[in-house]
């Protein structure tokens, strides 16, 4: 075993999916982190560095999603060694999209490059929501899976979580509008009803069922008629102004459907590759019209997972 | 036009199928309903008889799901005629296998057969869904499109339905047990909490999206590992005395799931065609021990919709 130092990148990701409460996500490769990882004796974390587009993340291993991700890994592994590690963030703080759970994911990549044996990819997803916990407060994989498989992907359950894969129609990509507001991903949890309408369970559960039929059958008029989220938009749009014309934009040029990205501030649409530009710019002018600035990005709906960019 | 007397068939079934309350079922075409009709004068529907295993149904048109099915296609349709039905039971009342909806579907797939233009089968679909609205006090397809279409149907929506049949991996059938129980679809869903905690609500929503995902994938592991009502079974299944214990013994012999058709009292397994069987005489046993009798049944699930079978 000669190496001695990884570099993995780990792509940035749409929770929700407006449909997929906590269970489905996809990865936007346009964006990520990067996390190197060198062996280090004795089985800790050390945190050497954070850069990039974040800086004022917690250097205590326990306290930052990558590191604790680590000392899982390193726990449930009885690893003799643990890791330095320096983390380049690519992703904004807060953004929504997936920021924690990608350099989690880009952590426990690398480190599989540093073991012995290396995991399976559900070992690889179990130590990356350890990691992710300490962001959000509780284990979930709907950015984590995404991020460390690449596409659409669903995840069914927390202790032994199975992963599928969905596939979406080629010719469907997603434009992911940023704008440049904060919400964090625990005031927008605390946010949440603690219940839901029976109703409304249905209604949402219906287009969950439409959605994922819709896109293994390449059916674009059940994927349009399914893709909205009647039980967590409704509550969390109050944190971004100007969310329902922004939304309202985004259909007006055709998009198949426009909600917000995890937790928010984030929005995407899902459009025909043809409709996108149109798409985000009046998204991106809606915003601009409240003097809210934003980053945007058009990406294909299906991209790549993390990878290991550099071996040492 | 020369047809003046038709009969057609609608196959029983299986809604909800644990984990998609309100929007998913499968046809049972083991037993069903026969709806025979002849054009009569005057835009009105005159009952004339009900046979089989259920005669004292009401022959007030309006107040019998399949003459509120043909009531409503009259006015949709603007008919110039009525129609004169008989009614042939062979779905036992209040079992939760569809009965409701399988006479209401009869009724609208015989008089198309009497129509000058023919319906779409959503046409069919949104007048039979007005006649199960008799029976069960809302408009919901769960009954009425599996036994339409025939096989696992998904239904997106109630004023504009989609409609999607789902493949199922050829070798699973269905074992089902219906006990001499009599439960009202009224009844089950008074017992129903008007809400879902949002943890169940995530666990019942990646369960439906795994099952969905494994029927299409062909993933026996994700069928089995998603097939758990979390929101609506712990709720009625103090309705049924035994269940816990019968749907314990169907998993043991390996049933891929069991739970409640529709709004009970039939039980329902998924099982290979190989263990089917087994996971019967388990269930049929267990309700034995109780002194409950039962009637069973071993299908495909995947069978046929509703069809003609007799014009003059």
Known sequence: MNVTKVTAFAPASVANVAIGFDILGFSVNALGDRVTLRRAPGGKVQVRAIRGVVEDLPLEAEKNTAGRALQALIESRKLPFGFEMEIDKGIPLASGLGGSAASAVAAVVAANALLEEPMTRIEMLVAAMEGEAVASGSRHADNISPSLFGGLVLTVGIDQPRVKQIPVPEHIHAVIVHPHLQVSTKQAR???????????????????????????????????????????????????????????????????????????????????????????????????????????????????????????
């Not at 055709?254 to 409709?275: K, M, N, V, Y």
Request: proline letters at 4%; a negative charge.
């Open 190 to 312: 605390a946010i949440l009803s603690r219940t839901v309408n029976l109703s409304d369970f249905v209604w949402q559960t219906a287009n969950l069922a439409g959605f994922i039929s819709g896109c293994y059958t390449g059916d674009l008029d059940l994927i349009k008629a399914s893709l909205e989220d009647v039980v967590i938009e409704k509550q969390r749009q109050a944190l971004i102004p100007g969310f329902p014309e922004v939304r309202a934009a985004a259909l007006a040029r055709g998009a198949l459907g426009c909600s917000i990205s995890g937790a928010g501030p984030t929005l995407f649409a899902l459009c025909l590759e043809t409709d996108a530009p149109a798409v985000r710019a009046a998204m991106v002018s809606e915003f601009a019209s409240r003097d809210i600035k934003t980053d945007h990005w058009i990406v294909p709906a299906q991209s790549g997972g993390a990878h290991v960019v550099s071996c040492e």
